[in-house]
């Protein structure tokens, strides 16, 4: 995913705690929202070096179906797990694996 690139769209524009940072962590985190035939919505994870700039980690992605658009609004880490926020849901995956642990309705 490049942000900024056709199709795409990131809240990050507008709204800067729509962006997560962690200096301690060297990690960034944006939410990206995605048009090409489908409606996607995901967190997109980069490890942050000075001399290296920046390298995509992994990404989260939420699950939408042809009637609710899940749309990431915000990402946390709190200990080993990444939650991101969406209007309906948190999604808890793993900050090594990127792999949905659990998935919770609000």
Known sequence: TVIGDKHTN?????????????KEK?????????????????AVIYNIDLENGFNQ????EEESDNITYRRIERIIYVGS???????????????KTFETIKNIEL
């Open 26 to 42: 060297n990690i960034i985190a944006i939410p990206i929202e995605q048009y090409n035939r489908k409606y996607e919505s995901k």
């Open 57 to 60: 980690l992994g990404e989260i």
């Open 81 to 95: 797990n990444y939650y991101t926020f969406s209007n309906k849901w948190v999604n808890v995956s793993d900050m």
């Open 10 to 22: 990131t809240s990050a524009t507008y709204d800067h705690k729509a962006v997560m940072f962690s």
